[in-house]
């Protein structure tokens, strides 16, 4: 099966603000606004990560955090969520309108916690927009 890019379903998008939630409720209430700032995203979730406060085996939690680290690629970078569907399933993603750029950042700080990494939430981030820059450049 080729990939099929389609919007977001409404329960889908109800998924990812659920996860987004979590994330940002790690803030006191009066600084949840934080959250709207890529940088502060991102800080969140290395303090999250630096606190141990999720196991390697909290799937949902590590890909909630994938989710936050994916709306901050979306802010740098103005991707657009997506839903991605081949033979593995269908799952959340970023595009790069224009070029065929697809990013899944749901899995990009599980994968690597599950494997027992420990992950500098700002150089993932650095090296995915180069990466994203490079591809665009080269005509992607």
């Known amino acids: 099966m080729e990939q099929k890019i389609e919007l977001l379903t409404a329960e889908e998008a109800r998924h990812a603000e659920k996860q987004r939630t979590w994330v940002r409720e790690h803030f006191v209430p009066e600084a949840q606004h934080k959250y709207d700032d890529a940088h502060e995203k991102l800080r969140l979730i290395q303090t999250i990560l630096d606190a141990g406060w999720i196991e390697p085996t909290e799937t949902w939690k590590l890909q909630s955090l994938g989710i936050t680290f994916g709306d901050a690629l979306a802010q740098k970078l103005e991707l657009t969520w997506v839903a991605v569907e081949d033979d593995t399933g269908r799952d959340p993603a970023l595009i790069l309108e224009g070029t065929t750029i697809v990013l899944f950042p ?31 450049d080269e005509g992607w």
């Open 106 to 136: 749901l899995t990009m700080i599980s994968k690597r916690i599950e494997r027992g990494e420990t992950v500098s939430v700002l150089e993932l981030f650095e090296g995915v927009c180069k990466m994203v820059k490079q591809k665009k």
